[in-house]
């Protein structure tokens, strides 16, 4: 087993993380899933399961990523929309979205470091958004956070830089649960999940020689 390149997707319980976690079910790894909705640990890391771990809560990370030993690759997928004007954000309402989208991306990469430095070719996929491009309306909390993660990319890349590559992704309207309820967008215009996922595990394939600095990835019509 410790042969294997083990791929770690921090946010697997639903979304693109789960559509990661999906695509590598049957490939010669040891992918291990982590989010809220996971399953209690086992004795040691099952190939292809989503394992339960509040990524917000640096003691939980710290032990589930020890109990995880090897890391070869990271993908950071977590997070969750806030789509409200700013005058209708809550302070706690800002704070948990924090919390969530930025704020557990620092701790997992705070403490998944010395393990990923180990690793032959280690790799970090981290999922920021066209809204860590550019601003939206009644976007204000989300735009901060994928504004954020580009921005931690960019430091630790530079942080990291002959140790551990560092990807950053601005996917554009990608379908999921983020979508619904939310007026005036068409599912077809969408990327589908499935086609994301795919995309995002081709990473695991690209020569060690190459580093990937970031990924624009878009639907046909564009920004939606």
């Not at 640990?41 to 109990?67: A, F, M």
């Not at 590559?165 to 309820?181: F, L, M, N």
């Amino acid at each position: 087993m410790d042969s294997l390149k083990t791929v770690v997707i921090a946010g697997a319980g639903s979304g693109i993380g789960a559509g990661i976690l999906e695509q590598l079910q049957n490939k010669n790894l040891r992918a291990i899933g982590l989010s809220r909705r996971g399953v209690i640990q086992d004795d040691i890391p099952v190939h292809g399961k989503n394992y339960k771990c509040d990524l917000r809560e640096e003691r939980e990370v710290k032990s589930t990523l020890e109990w995880i030993g090897k890391i070869d690759v990271l993908y950071i997928t977590l997070g969750d929309g806030l789509f409200k004007s700013i005058h209708d954000t809550s302070l706690d309402e800002w704070e948990a979205h924090i919390r969530l989208n930025l704020t557990a991306p620092f701790l997992i990469l705070r403490n998944a470091y010395f393990q990923l430095k180990k690793a032959k070719f280690p790799l970090v996929v981290m999922l920021s958004s066209t809204a860590g491009k550019v601003g939206f309306s009644e976007s204000s909390a989300y735009c901060t956070t994928k504004h954020g993660i580009a921005g931690l990319a960019k430091s630790i890349r530079e942080e990291w830089k002959g140790e551990i590559r560092v990807t950053t992704v601005y996917p554009g309207a990608v379908y999921t649960s983020i979508w619904e309820g939310r007026e005036g967008f068409n599912k077809e215009d969408m990327i589908p999940s499935k086609d994301f996922a795919l995309q995002m595990t081709a990473l695991l394939e690209s020569p060690p020689s190459l580093n990937i600095e970031d990924m624009y990835i878009l639907p046909p019509k564009g920004i939606l």
